[in-house]
């Protein structure tokens, strides 16, 4: 059976970036990934400007010691239209454009006025004023014509204020990737039911759906399929146009572990099945050629156990969509961290076990948790605790791997 490592390296191996690209408004970009170059067409600041409120002096002045005549007020939105001589100075607003002639800007803390008839007059209490001293220059930050968003970057609320500031209503985004979500089984109803004996509500659908979305794909839900050789081929291949495919269930052994024979039926090329991991072993992956320009449709098999499914999603699906979208394959962030119980580990596979991670404490805590059916018990779960093969106790304090979950604020 191969190693998770190899099985992720399989699968960005068939994961490609995707190119289809739509104009959207600024507004509705958040988690977008820009498919464009932006450029900015100001400078920014637009001009000399002082980052205080305060008063613009001349470099004759800057020794602090002589009282000088206040010759005008620039408040916010206005334009000084006298410029600064030995003797002069400009009360001005922070962000507002300096006068010429104008060697720094002192805070109006630092300063006193006087009134002399209708002159009025500025004593200054701080002394060796630096030149340029609380002034931003024209363009400090940014020139016109600076890229300053590359192709690729993952568009925050801080980008997208960078794209307001150089003006741009709308950018080229890349279309999310089209994931379909396919649950197979018999036994599962939709969860809007009481399920019968026998049978189980359809939990899968809604926490892949949710998941796809956390990592900015777009999900698409199809009815359950029964386990039934025909209908399963069928709507595999009405999927096949999408840029990944989820199935749940039927990868293990059992007699309706249909899924492997349909995807060979349906064209899809096998790549692995099984892998040394738990949960979720009975992972199988596989491509479809879609025969254009575009990257193939990967299709995961995931186990029906919902965590399971949850396990091999944030293993192996998060780092292909990462790579679908020009981002770098990372997967879940990682840490080091010490374990607050001692944790029994059985079995021979390495396994990846929800747990409570305090990132003021730096310490995990593996949940009580009944096993890969048990989605319960991960309410409380903000990681994944790593542990390697093998029967071990891992006592308290010991420094284990954990693989925190996304947040969705
Ligand atoms: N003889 C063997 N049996 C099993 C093996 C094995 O290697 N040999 N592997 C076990 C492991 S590990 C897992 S995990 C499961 C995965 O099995 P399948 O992927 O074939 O999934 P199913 O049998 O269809 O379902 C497993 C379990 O999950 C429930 N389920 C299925 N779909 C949904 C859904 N949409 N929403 C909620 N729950 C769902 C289903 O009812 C079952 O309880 O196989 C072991 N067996
Ligand atoms: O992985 Mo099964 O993956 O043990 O529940």
Redo the contacts with the bound molecule.
Sequence with gaps: MISVEQALELVLQHAGKLQRCRQVNIEAALGCILAEDVVSDVDSPPHDKSIVDGYAIHEGDLSGENQLQIIEHIVAGLVPSRSLEKGLATQIMTGAPIPTGTAAVVMVEKTSTQNKGDLEFLSLTERSIRPGQNIVRRGQSMKLGDVVLRQGTLLRAIEIGLLAEVGRESVWTLIDPAVAIL???D??VP?TEKPPPGK??????S?LANLVMQAGGQPAESD?VPDHAETLLQAIEENLDCDAILL???????V??L?PAALAKAGVKQVFH?VNL?????LWFGFFDRGDDRPPCLVF??????V??LVCFELFVRPALQKMRWMKPRGLPIQRATLTVEHKHRGDRPSYWPAEYDSDSGQILPLSWQG??D?RSLTGANALAYFPGGDRVWPVDEEVTVYLLPASS
């Design positions: 649950p197979t089984g036994e599962i969860h189980i509500r359809n939990s899968n659908s926490l359950i749940s269930g039927g990868v293990s052994a059992g309706h572990d899924v099984h738990k949960p979720g072993k009975p098999g995931l186990p029906g156990n919902p399971s499914g890969s059916g989605l």
